[in-house]
């Protein structure tokens, strides 16, 4: 009775860490259009003013999802929203409507396809209730932590390319990183975005900035 005992106890015991196991890892690299790594001062100047479009991808290293095989394969979610996007442990956030558009590894075929598109939609719930458009691009999504660099293209649609923060990226000596990345990540650091645009289809604008300390570069674990 007691061998049958701890038997289904072992068995339950696997089954959980079956269930808890991550199905997918790889790289990420996000950037908005406000200060991620700044002093509370300036962040509350921009508040409702700035942070109103984000960039985030990932790269897929090893793993499935809805029992599909992704590896290698990327994706990305560009967001525009009415105010800033974001959580801080300092003020709560309101972001009102937000859309976005997908942007997909044109490699991947239409079963992977739609794989990508639902590992987005349940990874940043609150972000993709108004997708506009899923399109596919070649994407490229390489990361150095060590030295703080990031580089993400979708074609000609979409850059992201990061720097370290170094010393004389501090204005007020009292930068902290004030937001969260938009996603949920593993070993996040903030960095400095040389270069954020968007220049394709889906809202009403597009942009490009240069030198704000706005990106994150981190893994994922889903």
């Known amino acids: 009775m007691r061998f049958m005992m701890m038997t289904a106890v072992a ?12 199905q997918m890892t790889g790289e990420y ?17 921009e508040m409702d003013l700035a942070g109103k479009e984000a960039v985030m991808a990932w790269k897929v290293d090893k793993g499935t999802w809805n ?9 990305a979610l560009v967001a525009v929203s009415e105010k800033t996007m974001g959580s801080s442990p300092y003020f709560k ?16 075929s239409s079963t992977q396809r739609d794989a990508l598109v639902s590992f ?19 994407i490229e999504l390489v990361n150095d932590h060590e030295a703080g660099k990031g580089r993400f293209t979708a074609g000609n649609l979409a850059k992201i390319e990061t720097r370290a923060l170094g010393k004389g990226d501090c204005v007020c000596s009292n930068e902290q990183v004030f937001y969260d990345p ?25 942009w490009t900035t240069h030198g704000q300390r706005s990106a994150f570069l981190a893994t994922f674990r889903r």
């Open 11 to 22: 068995v339950v015991l696997q089954s959980v860490s079956f269930a808890t196991a991550a």
């Open 29 to 45: 690299l996000e950037a908005r259009t406000c200060d991620v790594y700044t002093g509370p001062c300036f962040a509350n100047a």
């Open 67 to 75: 029992n599909v095989n992704l590896n290698g394969m990327s994706v």
């Open 93 to 108: 956030m309101r972001a009102g409507k937000i859309n976005s558009v997908i942007l997909v590894d044109e490699r991947a």
């Open 120 to 138: 987005v939609k349940e990874t940043v719930k609150e972000l993709t209730t108004n997708i506009q458009k899923v399109i596919a691009a070649p």
């Open 182 to 206: 938009l996603s949920p990540v593993k070993n996040s650091q903030p960095a400095l975005a040389s270069t954020l645009s968007y220049t394709g289809e889906g809202f009403d604008r597009t």
